[in-house]
């Protein structure tokens, strides 16, 4: 490629970002990520496909007030470049908007093979935004690069909170009667839709196209599966097991291909962020290891429209927390505990909770309870919390309080 194919490229890119920045946006809780690009840095904002990434990005440069180049490198012009064509890119860059241009933003820059080496360079005077959605991105070369000097956060789709402001509910905080039942009504509907925003816009089949692009250009193509079909199996019957154990061997019969081809493909999905494996807790790391893993799905739109079984209550309740928890704690230290006689949904290490998800509407079962106590015994939590869906008290056992929360004010205020 040489230059002035990069820089018809960069100035037709320019033109839809000017477009983009003149809209409105859902405001992201996503903290003070801003604070990452006060120094020369790179910021990676990773997730899944269609979650906001690039909007997250724009959002950002449009708050600081600053002059930004833009490159999205999941255009079609772009697709087989080289590293020796991004020597071209960056100089049609500066041509286009101007040499004194300190940030800089790339999206899914990793489709670009060596990208790693050519970010690391522009760091020392640039402050960049990377996004990507291969998990594994930091993990080569740039990490070897940067070491110590990139930051990096995990974005989902909508949250329920960021759900409820897409759909200008502005209840964050529910007291009356009318409010909260206004919430409850929302939850029901984003329980089912889920919270990618271009679904929302344009429709819940929509979900299935992110579904497919997903499968294919961030597994299939990445990994050079040839296997389609069987992969395709597989894929939705591992979706058909959220908020449940799973044994990766096994699946490996069902869909007659061995047990290192499951592996890979598994690998695929979670890294690409489709799918996330919580371990169960041990106190030996090679428990951790050989313990089957729970499966949770990134979004529950995806439960509804691909999961092959009858839609579970109880366990797309618990598939949200499970999100919520992953988003809140950028995937660190969460697990779920189980005993002989016993099991809790989740112990969040980070935070001290021990979690337990229950459809209950009127009453919570003694084995839930019970269930925390035992596990108790193995991590002291500091705090006890029952999830309900509409179930709201305190209660004390062995002198230690246990709460329930009902899930539209867990989704909320916890």
């Given at each position: 490629m040489n230059v002035e194919e990069a820089k018809r490229i960069v100035a037709d890119q320019k033109e839809l970002v000017e477009?983009?920045?003149?809209?409105?946006?859902?405001?992201?809780?996503?903290?003070?990520?801003?604070?990452?690009?006060?120094?020369?840095?790179?910021?990676?904002?990773?997730?899944?496909?269609?979650?906001?990434?690039?909007?997250?990005?724009?959002?950002?440069?449009?708050?600081?007030?600053?002059?930004?180049?833009?490159?999205n490198f999941d255009d079609e012009s772009l697709f087989g470049i080289t590293t020796e064509d991004l020597r071209n890119i960056e100089q049609a860059i500066y041509e286009v908007y101007g040499n004194d241009v300190i940030y800089l933003v790339f999206d899914e820059i990793h489709n670009v093979k060596g990208w790693e080496l050519f970010i690391s360079r522009l760091r020392e005077s640039k402050r960049i935004i990377i996004t990507g959605s291969?998990?594994?991105?930091?993990?080569?070369?740039?990490?070897?690069?940067?070491?110590?000097?990139?930051?990096?956060?995990?974005?989902?789709?909508?949250?329920?909170?960021?759900?409820?402001?897409?759909?200008?509910?502005?209840?964050?905080?529910?007291?009356?009667?009318?409010?909260?039942?206004?919430?409850?009504v929302a939850l029901e509907k984003y329980l089912e839709e889920g919270g990618f925003p271009e679904a929302l816009i344009i429709g819940k089949d929509q979900v299935d196209v992110i579904y497919n692009d997903i499968l294919f250009k961030d597994v299939v193509f990445r990994y050079k599966i040839r296997e389609m079909g069987k992969f395709k199996e597989f894929s939705r019957s591992i979706i058909s097991y959220y908020s449940s154990e799973v044994s990766l061997s096994k699946l490996a019969k069902v869909v007659n291909v061995d047990k290192k081809t499951i592996d890979l493909w598994a690998f695929g999905l979670e890294n690409s962020y489709l799918i996330y494996f919580i371990p169960r807790y041990g106190e030996k790391l090679k428990e951790r290891l050989t313990f089957n893993k729970k499966v949770y799905v990134v979004d529950p739109g995806v439960v509804s429209r691909i999961a092959l079984r009858a839609r579970d209550k109880g366990r797309v309740i618990e598939n949200v927390v499970a999100i919520k928890l992953l988003r809140e704690n950028q995937l660190k230290g969460l697990y779920y505990i189980k005993g002989k006689d016993f099991e809790v949904d989740f112990y969040d290490e980070l935070n001290s909770r021990l979690i337990q998800v229950t459809y209950a509407v009127d009453k919570v079962e003694e084995r839930e309870i019970k269930g925390l106590m035992k596990a108790n015994e193995l991590v002291k939590a500091r705090e006890l919390i029952v999830v309900t869906y509409d179930i709201e008290g305190k209660e004390e056992r062995e002198g230690k309080e246990i709460k329930f929360i009902p899930l539209y004010k867990f989704l909320l205020k916890y």
């Open positions: 477009e983009k920045l003149s809209q409105n946006y859902i405001k992201r809780d996503v903290g003070d990520v801003e604070r990452f690009l006060r120094i020369p840095n790179v910021l990676a904002i990773l997730g899944v496909r269609r979650s906001g990434k690039s909007t997250l990005s724009l959002m950002l440069m449009k708050e600081l007030k600053v002059k930004f180049a833009y490159l291969n998990s594994k991105m930091l993990s080569g070369e740039l990490a070897t690069a940067l070491t110590g000097r990139h930051s990096d956060i995990v974005l989902f789709p909508f949250s329920f909170r960021e759900y409820l402001r897409f759909r200008n509910i502005n209840v964050e905080n529910p007291i009356s009667t009318r409010d909260v039942v206004t919430v409850k």
